[in-house]
């Protein structure tokens, strides 16, 4: 008897590493939490609508989510939000969002074969643009005060004096 629970458990254990070692189990793994989420929702209270906002956010991660190669998170994202598996066009996101299309197929590089880099990342990239722009902005504004707080204290003490400009008529 305590050679085949040896045996059972010896199999056990490697059905586990062969179906975790190809993904398998992960697989499983999450289909079952997905399952389980929907099978526990409470289908007396349902959930409200989804919101436009919630909506493009929950389309801009999976997308995200999918790019990195995370299926398991985004099924369990859609079964939970209740998305479909149907996924919005890539520009009809841009436009909601504001990018530009143009950027949009520069980023996807013409004549790649690739998957193009999820908006999420472009949106991200322009709130970092935006920040270094902002900090730029505001390195100006303190040298401007700076300048401005020289000017002042040179013009209290006379040590800058300005000569007035006159501006002569041109001869006509």
């Given at each position: 008897m305590a050679a085949s629970e040896a045996t059972d458990e010896n199999l056990k254990s490697?059905?586990?590493a062969a179906l975790t070692t190809n993904g398998v189990m992960d697989s499983v793994k999450a289909r079952l939490?997905?399952?389980s989420f929907l099978a526990l929702n409470d289908k007396a209270n349902p959930r409200p609508p989804?919101?436009?906002e919630n909506f493009i956010l929950n389309e801009l991660i999976s997308e995200y989510l999918e790019f990195n190669c995370y299926d398991h998170t985004a099924s369990v994202l859609r079964a939970e939000s209740g998305q479909t598996n149907e996924r919005i066009h890539?520009?009809?996101?841009?436009?909601?969002?504001g990018y530009p299309e143009a950027a949009l197929a520069a980023s996807a590089g013409e004549g790649r074969s690739r998957v193009p880099v999820p908006l999420l990342y472009s949106v991200l990239a322009a709130?970092?643009?935006?920040k270094e722009e902002q900090k730029r902005e505001e390195e100006r504004y303190q040298e401007s005060l700076r300048l401005s707080e020289d000017v002042e204290a040179k013009t209290a003490t006379g040590a800058c004096h300005?000569?007035?400009i006159v501006f002569s008529k041109p001869n006509t």
């Open positions: 490697a059905l586990e939490r997905a399952e989804v919101c436009r890539r520009s009809v996101l841009c436009r909601d969002i709130l970092f643009r935006g300005y000569e007035p």
